[in-house]
């Protein structure tokens, strides 16, 4: 029990799970990263002398990346030469420990490396295999490379982002990358749960272009029912009205009335009952019909007062309401400051920067509560400590590493490393 009043807290759920984490950039590392705030220790395996690519994206902090320092936070990070014989042994010795791979290589990579699925389901039943690529490991495109940006694409989500009279546009987050790494580490939890009733590890298959098909809500389902092409919308919903920004006196407001109920709590609002009896939007479909028109009634009342004023007056009566914050709003929001939704990351040199915490809550199990920042690891920070541990388990010597495997990992640590 606590002392003194103060809270125990649980364990966090993943402890006591390893996970080998070979993947680079944004979509495995995002997983991994979920996966290591709920617990799991993640051991990230990177190529000498340069690593996970996004060591060299910016911005920086003296030559520490934070983009890198982003998505790689609480992980262990070790240098291995996959085509070196002794790294390979020390490998083995690796995945005898480890709970999950994560790779997200181009379908074939890992086959040819020698660590395949097939390969590995034979020698270590029990390892859950995370697998993330642009199209997956089956299908006519599967061999093809995947970006962000390609699947946007041809998953259909920029033919509907942006105005009705614009151009297609890029959803403004790597929508495509964050999509697949969260069905990933739903997978990857969900084949954990089932290891624990039949002791046996699970191939997870994930393809960016099916995860932003499962994300494209009803899109599918209205062109099949109605035969037309769903198009942009700007900001406002296909299906819901009013749900969309309008224009108050000194800028814009999101209003989302999404049933008659809270309609007619808005006109209240708005000081004006009477929108809410009018015959052109008496319902949710009327007033979709009638957006235009529904639009300017509102603008005619919301343009006489400030933004601040009927954030004030909708809340009050429990209608959805918001400002477009800017990005530094959010780091003196109350609501996320309160829920510990922006944390200190620190990299590799010590130095920390601000960035969004861990949204899962979870019963008794309290995160990010440190006061020192989070750390991202080094390039090969923790390959002897590893190399130590692992030895120490399997009743190994020591084995030290080369001279020039020491050296490269010094240089790397303090100097920009060259895109792989």
């Known amino acids: 029990?606590?002392?003194?009043?103060?809270?125990?807290?649980?364990?966090?759920?993943?402890?006591?799970?390893?996970?080998?984490?070979?993947?680079r950039v944004l979509a495995g590392p995002y997983c991994t990263m979920v996966l290591a705030d709920l617990g799991a220790r993640i051991i990230k395996v990177e190529k000498i002398g340069t690593g996970d690519d996004t060591r060299e994206f910016g911005p920086f902090i003296e030559d520490e990346?934070?983009?890198?320092?982003?998505?790689?936070?609480?992980?262990?990070?070790?240098?291995?030469?996959?085509?070196?014989?002794?790294?390979?042994?020390?490998?083995?010795?690796?995945?005898?420990?480890?709970?999950?791979?994560?790779?997200?290589?181009?379908?074939?990579?890992?086959?040819?490396?020698?660590?395949?699925?097939?390969?590995?389901?034979?020698?270590?039943?029990?390892?859950?295999?995370?697998?993330?690529?642009?199209?997956?490991?089956?299908?006519?495109?599967?061999?093809?490379?995947?970006?962000?940006?390609?699947?946007?694409?041809?998953?259909?989500?920029?033919?509907?982002?942006?105005?009705?009279?614009?151009?297609?546009?890029?959803?403004?987050?790597?929508?495509?990358?964050?999509?697949?790494?969260?069905?990933?580490?739903?997978?990857?939890?969900?084949?954990?749960?089932?290891?624990?009733?039949?002791?046996?590890?699970?191939?997870?298959?994930?393809?960016?272009?099916?995860?932003?098909?499962?994300?494209?809500?009803?899109?599918?389902?209205?062109?099949?029912?109605?035969?037309?092409?769903?198009?942009?919308?700007?900001?406002?919903?296909?299906?819901?009205?009013?749900?969309?920004?309008?224009?108050?006196?000194?800028?814009?407001?999101v209003i989302a009335a999404g049933n008659d109920t809270l309609f007619m709590l808005m006109a209240d609002a708005l000081n004006k009952p009477d929108l809410a009896l009018d015959p052109r939007f008496l319902t949710n479909d009327l007033r979709c019909q009638n957006r235009p028109e529904m639009v300017k009634e509102m603008e005619l009342i919301l343009g006489k007062k400030p933004v601040e004023f009927w954030i004030e007056a909708l809340n009050e009566v429990g209608v959805p309401c918001a400002p477009i914050n800017t990005i530094d709003k959010l780091f003196d929001h109350p609501q996320l400051l309160e829920r510990n939704m922006i944390v200190d990351v620190a990299t590799a040199n010590g130095k920390s920067f601000k960035t969004a915490g861990n949204p899962i809550k979870l019963t008794d199990f309290e995160d990010f509560k440190s006061e020192r920042p989070l750390s991202s690891p080094g390039l090969g920070e923790h390959t002897e400590t590893i190399l130590a541990e692992i030895m120490s388990k399997s009743g190994g010597y020591d084995c030290p590493l080369p001279k020039e495997q020491k050296k490269e990992e010094q240089q790397g640590g303090t100097a920009k490393k060259a895109i792989i």
């Open 65 to 253: 990346s934070v983009y890198f320092s982003c998505f790689n936070r609480r992980k262990e990070s070790i240098v291995l030469d996959i085509k070196s014989p002794r790294d390979r042994d020390l490998l083995e010795k690796l995945l005898d420990e480890s709970d999950v791979l994560v790779e997200n290589f181009r379908p074939g990579v890992m086959e040819r490396l020698g660590y395949g699925p097939e390969r590995l389901a034979q020698t270590h039943p029990n390892l859950v295999y995370a697998s993330i690529s642009g199209f997956g490991h089956s299908g006519p495109y599967s061999e093809l490379p995947g970006y962000d940006m390609v699947v946007q694409a041809m998953g259909g989500v920029m033919s509907l982002t942006g105005w009705p009279d614009g151009e297609p546009s890029r959803v403004g987050t790597s929508f495509g990358d964050l999509g697949a790494a969260l069905f990933a580490t739903v997978g990857i939890i969900a084949s954990l749960y089932s290891r624990t009733k039949n002791a046996q590890g699970a191939r997870v298959d994930i393809g960016m272009l099916d995860c932003q098909a499962a994300l494209m809500e009803t899109a599918l389902a209205r062109y099949n029912v109605e035969g037309v092409v769903p198009n942009r919308t700007g900001d406002s919903h296909p299906s819901l009205a009013p749900f969309e920004s309008f224009k108050a006196k000194d800028g814009k407001i």
């Open 1 to 23: 029990m606590a002392m003194n009043g103060e809270q125990e807290y649980r364990k966090p759920p993943l402890e006591g799970i390893t996970v080998l984490d070979f993947s």
